[in-house]
């Protein structure tokens, strides 16, 4: 086991060097595998078709380069804090302040989100009301940061235990379905036009979001210079293969067509198993959603301690569990923070599509400042020196397709950057 260090008060000074590949992979896989995949594959279809499928190859295409990207970055500085650490590297407190403030909108609006699409596969299999959805979502949150709470090394377990369950469940739905693809399900290809393509993108983004979040915990790693490039590899193959998949199985049989689109998975295995199979595929997608969240609870966690230990939050946040070494109160921070994003997203009535597209703002957002940062430290030769300006430009090119919901995003930016400006004055002072 490895000793965290030590300070003379008794709480440890740094976090404890406990990831290897395998829980590096599992992390990727179910900070990437998760609602996205259970959700946005019909939202997708419903706004492009068959087309999307297009979107779903090119964004698989550049999850590479974002993954290669934030990976190298790790490697030259494996610390906690992920795009946030490399933002401050590359451009300063105030960029770094401002990428911050972005991570806390990101997982503020995200969580309840995904939490939300399970109690939404809940209410497809038992006819739960709007109201019990929301206690689901609120429960599982509670649940992953209780886990959380406790330290990485019981938060590494429970991944990998979720992923097996994760990969097994996504294989099972495709090739169980696959009597039910139709080529009539492809035609037309494009009925809403080219535009609905770069929609249908930026809905997809969100389902790539999560190859920053092991970044997020890189002091955390055995070996980084060793370790990251293998479970990128291992990751991106793994990731890719499944998503089109799934993507091309759910456009093939129709299942988009169903409801609000939000749970093909449900209606793909009410068809091929009846009643039980949707109940089933339901109660695995709450598993398989738990897994994200507490993927990304691990990781967005140490971005809050890791911004207040410079200043870019309040210091209060900064310290660390002298038992488990976990950063209690950035946890309880942010869960503060998701209960109320979650009673507001209640009290407004406010739908998933929404909330997804507003989660994409923020997180291409921080994608933006993270590939930039990638473009201004890395110093790799040959076709890889291009994926920072890859990841750079994909990331741009989305963003438009937010739409309106993008100025929440901007504003938040905004009171970052100025927030990060105002300290920064403070301290050179």
């Known amino acids: ?39 946005i594959p019909g939202l997708a279809a419903r706004a492009a078709g068959p087309a999307s499928l297009l979107a779903w190859a090119v ?58 699409a399970a109690g939404s596969y809940l209410a497809y299999a038992f006819r739960i009301s709007g109201p019990e959805v929301f206690a689901v979502a609120a429960c599982m949150l509670l649940a992953a940061f209780g886990i959380n709470l406790r330290g990485i090394r019981l938060s590494g377990r429970v991944q990998l235990a979720l992923v097996a369950a994760m990969v097994a469940i996504l294989t099972l739905s495709v090739v169980a379905s696959s009597p039910d693809v139709r080529a009539a399900n492809f035609s ?30 890189a002091e955390e790693f055995k070996n980084p210079e060793k370790d990251f490039g293998r479970s990128v590899s291992i990751s991106v193959v793994l990731i890719g293969v499944l998503y089109l998949a799934i993507a091309a199985t ?9 409801g609000t689109g939000v749970t093909p998975f449900a209606e793909m295995m009410s068809k091929v198993f009846g009643s039980y199979g949707g109940i089933a595929v339901s109660l695995f997608a709450v598993v398989i959603i ?61 739908d998933l599509e929404s909330i997804f597209l507003a989660t994409s703002g923020a997180a291409i957002l921080a994608y933006v400042v993270g590939s930039a940062s990638g473009v201004k430290l890395l110093r790799v030769r040959g076709v890889r020196r291009l994926f920072p300006w890859i990841s750079l430009l994909v990331s741009l090119a989305i963003l438009p397709f937010i739409g309106y919901l993008l100025g929440a995003s901007l504003a938040i930016a905004a009171a970052g950057f100025a927030f990060g400006y105002a300290t920064r004055k403070r301290g050179a002072q």
């Open 1 to 39: 086991m490895t000793e965290k260090a030590g300070s003379d008060d008794g709480a440890p000074s740094s976090l404890r060097k406990v990831i290897t590949v395998r829980h590096a992979v599992a992390l990727y896989v179910s900070s990437v595998l998760g609602a996205g995949i259970l959700a």
């Open 59 to 116: 964004l698989s295409l550049a999850s590479y380069p974002f993954a290669y990207t934030f990976s190298r970055l790790s490697m030259l500085r494996p610390e906690s804090g992920g795009i946030y650490s490399f933002s401050k590297t590359a451009f300063g407190h105030t960029i770094g302040t401002m990428t911050a403030w972005l991570f806390v909108a990101w997982v503020v609006l995200g969580a309840p989100a995904v939490t939300l």
């Open 188 to 217: 037309p290809f494009l009925p809403s036009g080219v535009a609905s393509i770069g929609v249908a993108c930026a809905l997809i983004f969100w389902s790539y979001l999560g190859y920053e979040n092991v970044s997020n915990i």
């Open 250 to 258: 759910v456009v093939g049989t129709g299942a988009y067509d169903a």
């Open 290 to 350: 738990f897994s994200t969240v507490n993927a990304y609870t691990t990781g967005m966690g140490r971005v809050v301690y890791a911004a207040a230990k410079d200043g870019s939050l309040p210091k209060a946040l900064a310290t660390l569990d002298p038992k488990t070494g976990a950063p209690r109160r950035a946890l309880l921070f942010l869960l503060a923070l998701i209960m109320l994003s979650l009673s507001v997203f209640y009290l407004l009535g406010i």
